[in-house]
Every structure is written in structure tokens, then in C-alpha cells.
């Protein structure tokens, strides 16, 4: 690219000032990165640049976090408030467009990386170019109708940008400044997404900790599902074999296109961790294998939104009942024929419910693996155990942390055997060895044809 763009792999702490000594260079320049990795690896890079100074430009949010505290300097954990400051606080304009740059010529450079392990998946292009063109459909054609579709899946009604803005081919400054003159519902809906971006990123700069633990510490107490039997579920989750079809249609839309509709991710989320009993943590990483906008603070403040364990004060109120949520977001079963292609011919009144349909389940289609009903139950009574130990003052126990599953110990269980229900009657598998349970799913037997 006529040294416009040159790649060098390897530590990037010998790496660059190899680099720098090279081409003569006076300075180097980056955008700042505030995630954990990033801040490390960028402070190696400074020091073994030692003369040569490191200057970082402005980052990839709109306000780069640390600068929107509450009025006495502390950092903020609920979004609503951080969202008034976040606004008061306002943004700089996009730096305007250099009218020419003088790119470094002659400049060795490596070929890039052979993309491997895709199998199939289908990626949005890649590059500024097609970001501002997404960005430009979406403000022509879509925006105004973003508050009503932004959470139905089975339709095109969000903006498709987070690879776009994970890997800087747009800025957020950039998509604020352009919507400066929209004042509707819609529009600021909008830039209240943009705003939840800057608010995971402002948790993860002052609590780095929090991409790998709870950040709510007292809710290191509450247990998850361990062994066979929860490897089993988490493989039917991984896979888009629940049973539950919005939630498999979202897995399957993970697998073939690394990109997950927002609600969606909030309901596959809910089912890892209040239905099947499974650690965040175990979805979080799955979900950064496999997403293109993979991004360490959005999709581990995300799970644990969900999960409970994060920025957010009422927890067990939150499950999500897929079935519910299916029949609300995707009436007609759009989002999921298109994924669970088995459900095609089962009728809308079905399809989030296809153990119901009158010629029964299809060939090919798995039955619940749980019952929801159930698991809710033990859902609630979990994080009802954990309230327990927190009013008692042993809520961030490490011992507590480290019990591998089963309910805590100071207060009444429940067995985990009942923590997951096999319906009656579903042939085209065997229960996993143990803990199984025989008993039907309270929506109604099973049914194949
Ligand atoms: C469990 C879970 C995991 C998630 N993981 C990621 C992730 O790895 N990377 C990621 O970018 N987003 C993540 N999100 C947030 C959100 O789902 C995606 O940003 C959104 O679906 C991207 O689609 P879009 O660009 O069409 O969004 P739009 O609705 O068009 O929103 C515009 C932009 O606002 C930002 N945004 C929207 N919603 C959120 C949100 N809830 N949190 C943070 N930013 C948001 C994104 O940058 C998005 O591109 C996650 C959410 C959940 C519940």
C-alpha cells in the first residue's frame, strides 16, 4: 500500500522501535487503548521506545473514559446517571480529514495474515470504505425507525456497526457529529447506545479486574454447574440445540455470521446462566471466540448484566423466559426460520413453542433440554441463597468462590440434580449419565413427527 499501511508481527515492544529506528521517525502516535491488554502492552511499547516520544490521540469512544466521574472524582456504576454526566460532559467534533499525508515509501512490509478456521462463516466487509457505507444506509434508511426495530431480530433494524467501530474503521465522533441535527426518539436512542459503549469501557478502566470477575464482588458466592452434565448443556447451548428456538436460532447465527442481534445475545445470555446454571464466564469467552465485534468490556459487561453479577442493582428480577421473549420480539418466527431452518414449516403460532404444535416436534429438532419454569425456580432460589450470605456479610467469601457447584453451604439447597429436567420422550437422544431427570417440561410432553 505504498507504506500507507505497513505490517511487522511480533512483540510489539521490539517491534515498533525496530520500526521507528528504521524509518527515521520523531514520534509515534496511537489512539489510546484503555482495555487491559492494550494499556499493558502500549506502556512496554512506550518504555522500550525510550527518546522517541509515544503520543496517544484521542481513543476509539466518545468521551475516552476517565474523564466522566461523579461530582466528587469517583468513577460511576449505574448507567442512567453516567448517561446525564456522559451528556453533559458533550464531545470534541471528528478531527477533520488531512488533505494529504505524506506516507513513508520503500518500507518493508509482511503480507497479511492467512485467515484460517472460518468454515463458512459469512463476515460484513471489512475497511472504512464499507463502514461509512453501512453508516450511511442505516442514517438514510433506517434511523428513523430505530427505537421501534432495534429489538426485533427477524428485521434490518439496527445500525450493523460494532465490527466497524471495534476495529476503528468509524468513530463514534463521527456517527454523533452526522445525527447532530436529528432530534428525534429515535436518534437519541441511538446515541444512548453509543452511550452503554463508553459506559463498559469507562467500568473496565477503573475496574480492569472486572473483565475476568464479578465486578459486584459479593456475587462471588453464587454457583454454577460443573461436570459432564453441565458440559453436556453447554455444548446444546454452543451448538443451537436447545430446544428453544430463539435461543438456537441465536447460537446458529453466532456460528454463521460471528454477529448476534442485541436482544438476542441478552436471551442465549439469560438461558447460559439462569436456565442452564452455567458460569458467565464460560459464555463470555465463547462468545469472544466467536463474535467479529468481539469487544472485551461490551460483551463481559454485557454477560453480566445479565448474569447479575455487574453494573446493574436488581438482578434476580431478570430472566429472560425465551419462549416469551421469542413470541414479543419475533412474532411472525422470521429471525428464527431463518436460522433453525428444521422449524421452516411450523406455523408462527408455534414456532417458539414447537413441543406444542399439533403434528408435534420436527424430525431433527431436539426437544427442551429444561424446563424453564423449573429452572427459573432454581434460578431465583440461587440468587435468593446468595442474598442470604451477602446480608450475612460472607457474600465475597473466596471459599464460597471457589465451590464448584451445588448450592452454598450456609443455606437450604436445593439438590442440583434439580437444576435440570430431561423431558419425557425425547428419542433421538439419550440423557447424559447422572443427574438427569425424566420429568416433562410443564409447557406440555414433547412430540415428534
Ligand atoms: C451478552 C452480550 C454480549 C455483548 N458483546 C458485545 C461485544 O462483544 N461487542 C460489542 O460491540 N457489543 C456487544 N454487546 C452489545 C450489543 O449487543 C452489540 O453492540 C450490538 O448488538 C451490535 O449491533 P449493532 O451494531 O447493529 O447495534 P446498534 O443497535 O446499531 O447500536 C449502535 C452501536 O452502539 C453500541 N451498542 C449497542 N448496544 C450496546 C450495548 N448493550 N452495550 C455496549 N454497546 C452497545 C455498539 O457499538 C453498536 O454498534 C453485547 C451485549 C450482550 C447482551
Known amino acids: 500500500m505504498d507504506g500507507a499501511l505497513v505490517l511487522r508481527s511480533g512483540d510489539p515492544a521490539r517491534v515498533v522501535p525496530d520500526l521507528a529506528r528504521e524509518v527515521g521517525a520523531v514520534s509515534v502516535h496511537v489512539s489510546a487503548d484503555t482495555g487491559v491488554h492494550g494499556r499493558q502492552r502500549d506502556a512496554a511499547v512506550e518504555r522500550a521506545l525510550g527518546d522517541v516520544p509515544f503520543v496517544r490521540t484521542g481513543s476509539p469512544y466518545a468521551v475516552t473514559p476517565g474523564r466522566v466521574t461523579k461530582s466528587d472524582g469517583t468513577p460511576f456504576r449505574v448507567f442512567s446517571p453516567f448517561a446525564r454526566a456522559w451528556r453533559e460532559h458533550g464531545w470534541r467534533a471528528p478531527a477533520p480529514r488531512p488533505e494529504s499525508v ?40 433506517r434511523i428513523d425507525d430505530y427505537k421501534r426495530t432495534r429489538n426485533t431480530p427477524g428485521t434490518d433494524g439496527t445500525s450493523r456497526l460494532s465490527a466497524y467501530l471495534k476495529y476503528g474503521c468509524v468513530h463514534p465522533r463521527t456517527l454523533l457529529a452526522d445525527i447532530e441535527d436529528l432530534d428525534s426518539e429515535a436518534a437519541d436512542r441511538f446515541r444512548t447506545e453509543l452511550c452503554w459503549r463508553d459506559f463498559y469501557a469507562e467500568v473496565l478502566w477503573h475496574r480492569p479486574e472486572s473483565a475476568r470477575e464479578p ?56 438461558f447460559l446462566v439462569k436456565d442452564l446454571h452455567l458460569d458467565w464466564r464460560r459464555g463470555a469467552r465463547y462468545f469472544m471466540q466467536h463474535l467479529v465485534d468481539g469487544d472485551l468490556a ?60 399439533p403434528d408435534g416436534v420436527p424430525d431433527g429438532y431436539p426437544l427442551p433440554v429444561v424446563d424453564h419454569a423449573e429452572e427459573l425456580r432454581v434460578a431465583l432460589e440461587r440468587y ?9 456479610g460472607r ?53 415428534r413427527r
Open 298 to 357: 461490551s460483551n463481559n459487561h454485557g454477560w453480566q448484566w445479565v448474569a447479575g453479577t455487574g453494573t446493574d442493582a436488581s438482578p434476580h428480577y431478570r430472566v429472560f423466559n425465551p419462549t416469551r421473549q421469542g413470541k414479543e420480539f419475533d412474532p411472525d418466527g422470521d429471525y428464527v426460520r431463518r436460522w433453525v431452518p428444521e422449524l421452516r414449516d411450523v406455523p408462527a403460532r408455534y414456532v417458539h413453542e414447537p413441543w406444542l404444535a
Open 102 to 141: 505524506p506516507w513513508s515509501t520503500g518500507v518493508r512490509s509482511e503480507d497479511p495474515p492467512e485467515v484460517s478456521g472460518l468454515d463458512g462463516v459469512r463476515l460484513p466487509p471489512a475497511g472504512e470504505a464499507a463502514a461509512s457505507d453501512a453508516w450511511r444506509r442505516f442514517r438514510a434508511e
Open 215 to 270: 465486578l459486584d464482588g459479593r456475587m462471588r458466592a453464587m454457583t454454577y454447574d460443573t461436570g459432564p452434565d453441565a458440559d453436556a448443556r453447554f455444548a446444546a447451548w454452543a451448538q443451537g440445540r436447545t430446544g428453544y428456538p430463539v435461543v438456537d436460532a441465536g447460537m446458529r447465527q453466532l456460528l454463521g455470521e460471528a454477529y448476534v442481534h442485541n436482544r438476542v445475545r441478552m436471551i442465549v445470555a439469560s
Open 384 to 392: 435468593e441463597q446468595v442474598r442470604a450470605l451477602i446480608s450475612r
Open 395 to 447: 457474600g465475597s467469601s473466596p471459599a464460597a468462590a471457589r465451590r464448584p457447584t451445588a448450592a452454598p453451604a450456609a443455606a437450604p439447597a436445593a439438590p442440583p440434580a434439580a437444576a435440570c429436567r430431561w423431558p419425557r420422550g425425547a428419542p433421538s437422544r439419550s440423557p447424559p449419565a447422572g443427574r438427569w431427570s425424566p420429568r416433562p417440561p410443564r409447557a406440555g410432553p414433547g412430540r
